[in-house]
């Protein structure tokens, strides 16, 4: 198995994709938004970070954080929500994919894959290309036909700060819209 290092640079800013268990599409329900978003509010509370951008589809996530100048742990803050997230979904009655011998032996729930990825953003260039990427992931897996048209992502936030046009990459009025270049952001969908 390959050995693999995650730079950890206090203050930098990363981008994230988290997957569900067998990508069960759990996460757009009002039960999973809410304790969602509670596990993250409780997070952020305990160890600082700025929520910069995110997108929730169905069944994976994607976001972009920065941490505090003096601080590069976002592995545990990563850990922190989804510990969080799963023991209230399971509590409150959300399901979970079923567990084999491995995953009850080091007490791993069926809600979330092990692992995530992230990236460290490099300079303003990758840091728009992530934002980029991060709003038009809807569309990109067929959840809606536009950025604004998918409510579940931080696209309305970032038109209000006059940083997209609404109509940015809309395809309301039947106009054919080319997509953003992600070349080369293909791991950015984790299996």
């Known amino acids: 198995m390959p050995f693999y290092r995650?730079?950890?640079?206090?203050?930098?800013?990363?981008?994230?994709?988290?997957?569900?268990?067998?990508?069960?599409?759990?996460?757009?329900?009002?039960?999973?938004?809410?304790?969602?978003?509670?596990?993250?509010?409780v997070c952020r509370r305990e160890r600082p970070f700025e929520l910069v951008a995110t997108v929730l589809l169905p069944d994976h996530l994607h976001a972009l954080w920065t941490?505090?100048?003096?601080?590069?742990?976002?592995?545990?803050?990563?850990?922190?929500?989804?510990?969080?997230?799963?023991?209230a979904w399971i509590e409150s009655g959300g399901w979970e994919q079923a567990r084999g011998r491995s995953r009850l032996v080091h007490r791993r729930r069926g809600v979330w894959q092990r692992h995530f990825w992230e990236h460290q953003i490099r300079d303003t260039a990758d840091f728009q290309r992530h934002v980029d990427y991060i709003h038009y992931n809807p569309v990109k897996h067929g959840q809606a036909a536009c950025p604004h048209?998918?409510?579940?992502?931080?696209?309305?936030?970032?038109?209000?700060?006059?940083?997209?046009?609404r109509s940015w990459c809309c395809a309301c009025d039947g106009r054919v819209v080319k997509p953003p270049d992600f070349e080369g952001m293909e791991e950015l969908e984790m299996a």
């Open 67 to 87: 941490l505090p100048e003096d601080d590069a742990d976002y592995s545990e803050r990563s850990a922190a929500i989804k510990s969080a997230f799963t023991h």
């Open 149 to 165: 048209a998918w409510k579940w992502s931080t696209f309305s936030k970032w038109v209000a700060r006059d940083a997209y046009e």
């Open 6 to 41: 995650r730079r950890r640079v206090p203050g930098a800013t990363y981008f994230f994709t988290v997957v569900t268990e067998r990508r069960a599409p759990i996460l757009c329900t009002d039960l999973a938004r809410r304790l969602l978003h509670d596990s993250i509010e």
